[in-house]
Nanobody, 115 residues
Framework: QVHLVESGGGLVQAGGSLRLSCATS????????MGWYRQAPGTERELVAS???????NYKDEVKGRFTISRDDVTSTLYLQMSSLKPEDTAVYYC?????????WRQGTQVTVSS
């Protein structure tokens, strides 16, 4: 059975930091390229960062230098360390594989950055 549970979101002031986690099971995690996605109100869901099986990472330009994606293949957990947060980072953040699978979307975790 597939489980993906995002956590770690919250309300933070601009310039602050948050660490998101995505606990998974049933998805053969260590064999997957994983991604963090986000969706702000009225916008399309977008890929923010990805990490492949050998921990090569890629980032959306807007978050380069501020966000760090990482993975723990022992616990099948994906992380996103977010620093220097901006109000435009406000969104619901989701984890999924790459390319994303429709049946892997879960509830996500809300990140709200106040100015």
């Amino acid at each position: 059975q597939v489980h993906l549970v995002e956590s770690g979101g919250g309300l933070v002031q601009a310039g602050g930091s948050l660490r998101l986690s995505c606990a998974t099971s049933g998805i053969f995690f260590k064999h997957q390229t994983m991604g963090w996605y986000r969706q702000a109100p009225g916008t399309e869901r977008e890929l923010v960062a990805s990490i492949n099986q050998i921990s090569t990472t890629n980032y959306k330009d807007e978050v380069k230098g501020r966000f760090t994606i990482s993975r723990d293949d022992v616990t099948s957990t994906l992380y996103l360390q977010m620093s220097s947060l901006k109000p435009e980072d406000t969104a619901v953040y989701y984890c999924n594989v790459l390319p994303a699978r429709d049946d892997f979307w879960r509830q996500g975790t809300q990140v709200t950055v106040s100015s």
